[in-house]
């Protein structure tokens, strides 16, 4: 894992005050705006009074000074235009001893804090909080807090920092007191923009409390008695304004934990898989795709792609919009001429798709259904072909991701070009993560996405052929949208242009991942990667009791089948929920006649990662009490 790729526990969880751990519906900070400005003659009401919340309280007095509605009244009254001095007259008073002690006294602690606390330490999770008060205020808001249960382990307020919210200055002083790093480890809880502006500029994780904060804006008491719409509408209408800023929303701290923020969760499911936080960060920017900028970097794309795949001359590759189905549907559905007729191996779900998609375009199609926990059988396939003259095309899928088995490509391609026929490889979840070339493989027409082992982000497919038999295949598609030879022609007459609106931030996102490929060191050295992974994976799963679905010789590195433990009490779905808290995602099985679960090992997920996986699968295992220890 790279250093700055940080998806560890949280560590540091760090928390506003008004309004999220003390003070339901935020009201002690409201009054004193109203009552300093009506000391001056000027009413405020109080939804004017709460609109800046969060802020430092001095530049929440001046925002409040410039609403054009109070400006006229103080024209009206003090015949002068609202100024500085004035601010800082207007905050002297609020700094007065009656206004802190009540702040203090309307503070108290929201139900739950004590616990969700107490939660936190438990998982040694430290707790950290800031606040837009002053420093007198704040010390009676902390001082009351700590007598009643509740003490952050530091608690920094306004005065503490250079400049206040949205600056993180008081996050930053909070983790370097407590050697809290990197930010991703820590998140910041609040329920006001400024507030969770603080976490964002801080780069920490952020969670936005809604019921009992300051756009919600009622007492418990108040938001019990509303009917169960209006209720609803208030904390939508709270969420919908916080969520523009915060990476997640809670309604409320202790009963949707900001503990166990689903982030930044790791999937072991391969596709969409686990990708690299610069592979994301490059889908921030938008991108045109009228230019050469961009179609340059799909040419560059269809080459490396081939450069992957073969040295030779011969071959060139298509991007195909959509999921790596359609990849596969675009090439069943376009290579075959007219009156050709397919052999399909079929031991496995995606074996089965690729019959469906024949059979769907009524293409004239040969199912050779083989049991789905054996490889394919190169005796069969070879007695199918010596049977059928007629056949002019081989389809296979290479890992077969439903099981994790891998099939003899090689064998089954050698036998192809034997027989003369064309060979379609499903090569969707190995191509990139275990080494092979056209060559190798003998494949034709090879298909693979953007999100499997190159570690993209789902969006498009890419197919690598032979250029011959492409160019054959025009006017053969039997559909628009997936017509590969247009598609190809596009692209390859026009420089990198797509055939209809193409998925631009994912293909930007999947140049980057070729770079990190790159920088890898190349399919080799992710293939060892890979294979590391699956080691570990089978290693501790069987220590914790847990057998493989397939022995250890067909096995492939991309994806594991596990049978369900014997144990009555086992469902996926509890301990799906039990891996997901812990912060792995696992897939279900999908084989037809066994219970199994599946765990990817692909994706940039590291042996690291892999060793935590098991932990966490120890203590899921304890926690829902299965009995799966090996005998
Ligand atoms: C992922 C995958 C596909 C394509 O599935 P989509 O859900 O369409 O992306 C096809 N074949 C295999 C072997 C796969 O692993």
């Given at each position: 894992?790279?250093?700055f790729?940080y998806?560890?526990p949280?560590?540091?969880?760090v928390?506003d005050?008004?309004?999220?751990?003390?003070?339901?519906?935020?009201?002690a900070?409201v009054a004193?705006f109203?009552?300093?400005?009506?000391?001056?003659g000027?009413e405020v009401?109080?939804?004017?009074?709460?609109?800046?919340?969060?802020?430092?309280k001095?530049?929440?007095i001046?925002?409040?000074?410039?609403?054009?509605?109070?400006?006229?009244q103080?024209?009206?009254?003090?015949?002068?235009?609202?100024?500085?001095?004035?601010?800082?007259?207007?905050?002297?008073r609020l700094?007065?001893?009656?206004?802190?002690?009540?702040?203090?006294e309307?503070?108290?602690?929201?139900?739950?804090?004590?616990?969700a606390?107490?939660?936190?330490?438990?998982?040694?999770?430290?707790?950290?909080?800031?606040?837009?008060?002053?420093r007198?205020?704040?010390?009676g808001?902390?001082?009351?807090?700590?007598?009643k249960?509740y003490?952050?382990d530091?608690?920094?307020c306004?005065d503490d920092?250079?400049t206040?919210r949205?600056?993180?200055w008081?996050?930053?002083?909070?983790?370097?007191?407590?050697?809290v790093?990197?930010?991703?480890?820590?998140v910041?809880v609040?329920?006001?923009?400024?507030?969770i502006?603080?976490g964002r500029?801080?780069?920490?994780?952020?969670?936005g409390?809604?019921?009992t904060?300051n756009?919600v804006?009622l007492?418990?008491?108040?938001l019990?008695?509303?009917?169960?719409?209006?209720?609803?509408?208030?904390?939508?209408?709270?969420?919908k304004?916080?969520?523009?800023?915060?990476?997640?929303?809670?309604?409320?701290i202790y009963?949707?934990?900001?503990v166990?923020?689903?982030?930044?969760?790791l999937?072991?499911?391969?596709?969409?898989?686990t990708t690299?936080?610069?592979?994301k960060?490059?889908?921030?920017?938008?991108?045109?795709t009228w230019?050469?900028?961009y179609?340059d970097?799909?040419t560059?794309?269809?080459?490396?792609?081939?450069?992957?795949?073969?040295?030779?001359d011969?071959?060139?590759?298509?991007?195909?919009?959509?999921?790596?189905?359609?990849?596969?549907?675009?090439?069943?559905?376009?290579?075959?001429?007219?009156a050709?007729?397919?052999?399909i191996?079929?031991?496995?779900?995606y074996g089965?798709?690729m019959?469906?998609i024949?059979?769907?375009?009524?293409?004239?199609?040969v199912?050779?259904?083989?049991?789905?926990?054996?490889?394919?059988?190169?005796e069969?396939?070879?007695?199918?072909l010596?049977?059928?003259?007629?056949?002019?095309h081989?389809?296979?899928?290479?890992?077969e991701?439903?099981?994790?088995?891998?099939?003899?490509?090689e064998?089954?391609g050698?036998?192809?070009?034997e027989?003369g026929?064309v060979?379609?490889?499903?090569?969707?979840?190995s191509?990139?993560?275990?080494?092979?070339?056209?060559?190798?493989?003998?494949?034709?027409?090879?298909?693979?996405?953007?999100?499997k082992?190159?570690?993209g982000?789902?969006?498009?497919?890419?197919?690598?052929?032979?250029?011959?038999?492409?160019e054959d295949?025009?006017?053969?598609?039997?559909?628009?949208?997936?017509?590969?030879?247009?598609q190809?022609?596009?692209?390859?007459?026009?420089?990198?242009k797509?055939?209809?609106?193409?998925?631009?931030?994912?293909?930007?996102?999947?140049?980057?991942a070729?770079?990190?490929?790159d920088?890898?060191?190349?399919?080799a050295?992710?293939y060892?990667r890979?294979?590391?992974?699956?080691?570990?994976?089978?290693?501790?799963?069987?220590?914790?009791?847990?057998?493989?679905l397939?022995?250890?010789?067909?096995?492939?590195p991309i994806?594991t089948s596990f049978l369900y433990?014997?144990?009555?009490?086992?469902?996926?779905?509890t301990?799906?929920?039990a891996?997901?808290?812990?912060?792995?995602v696992?897939y279900?099985?999908?084989?037809?006649?066994a219970?199994?679960?599946r765990?990817?090992?692909i994706?940039?997920?590291?042996?690291?990662d892999?060793?935590?996986?098991?932990?966490?699968?120890?203590?899921?295992?304890?926690?829902?009490?299965?009995?799966?220890?090996?005998a």
């Open positions: 894992m790279s250093e790729d998806r560890g949280v560590k540091l969880v928390f005050w008004a309004g999220t751990t003390v003070d339901f519906g935020c009201f900070p004193p109203i009552q300093v400005y009506a000391d001056s000027i009401t109080m939804e004017q009074a709460r609109g800046p919340m969060g802020m430092h001095k530049d929440h001046r925002v409040l000074g410039q609403l054009p509605e109070v400006g006229q103080w024209q009206l009254i003090h015949n002068r235009p609202f100024v500085e001095d004035d601010v800082d007259e207007l905050y002297q700094l007065q001893p009656e206004v802190t002690q009540a702040i203090a309307a503070s108290g602690l929201i139900p739950g804090m004590i616990e606390a107490k939660r936190l330490r438990k998982r040694g999770v430290k707790i950290g909080a800031t606040t837009g008060y002053f007198d205020a704040a010390k808001v902390v001082d009351r807090a700590a007598r249960g003490a952050p530091i608690s920094l306004v920092v250079p206040g949205p600056a993180p008081a996050m930053f002083a909070i983790m370097r007191e407590l050697d790093y990197p930010p991703s480890a820590v910041k609040g329920d006001t923009v400024p507030d502006g603080e500029n801080a780069g920490a994780w952020t969670v409390i809604t019921r904060g756009d804006g007492t418990q008491e108040q019990a008695s509303l009917s169960d719409a209006e209720r609803k509408q208030r904390i939508d209408a709270a969420g304004n916080l969520l523009a800023a915060a990476h997640r929303l809670a309604a409320y009963k949707e934990t900001p166990d923020p689903e982030i930044p969760y999937l072991l499911t391969p596709g969409p898989l690299s936080r610069t592979v960060e490059v889908m921030l920017s938008d991108f045109c230019d050469n900028d179609n970097i799909v560059d794309i269809r080459q490396r792609l081939v450069k992957l795949a073969t040295a030779s011969d071959y060139t590759s298509v991007l195909m919009q959509g999921s790596g189905t359609f990849s596969v549907e675009a090439t069943i559905g376009s290579v075959i001429p007219p050709g007729k397919i052999l191996v079929n031991n496995g779900a089965n798709r019959v469906q024949a059979r769907r375009l009524n293409i004239d199609c199912e050779l259904k083989l049991p789905e926990v054996r490889p394919a059988d190169i069969k396939i070879a007695t199918a010596a049977a059928d003259n007629s056949i002019t081989v389809g296979m899928v290479h890992c991701t439903s099981t994790g088995m891998l099939n003899p490509a064998e089954v050698k036998l192809t070009r027989h026929r060979y379609i490889l499903d090569a969707m979840s191509f990139g993560g275990i080494p092979m070339t056209m060559e190798s493989t003998g494949a034709d027409f090879l298909v693979s996405s953007a999100n082992c190159i570690q982000v789902p969006g498009f497919g890419f197919v690598i052929g032979k250029r011959s038999l492409l295949s025009k006017g053969w598609a039997r559909s628009l949208s997936l017509d590969l030879y247009d190809w022609w596009e692209m390859e007459s026009k420089h990198g797509w055939r209809y609106t193409s998925p631009t931030h994912v293909v930007r996102a999947f140049a980057r070729l770079d990190e490929l920088s890898e060191g190349g399919v050295v992710r060892e890979y294979r590391e992974n699956h080691r570990r994976l089978v290693a501790g799963y069987e220590q914790l009791g847990f057998r493989p397939l022995p250890a010789e067909w096995r492939s994806i433990p014997e144990d009555p009490s086992f469902t996926f779905d301990f799906y929920a891996m997901k808290k812990r912060r792995f696992l279900p099985g999908k084989v037809s006649d219970d199994t679960f765990v990817g090992t994706g940039h997920v590291y042996p690291e892999i060793d935590e996986l098991v932990a966490a699968t120890a203590a899921a295992v304890e926690e829902l009490n299965l009995k799966i220890a090996a």
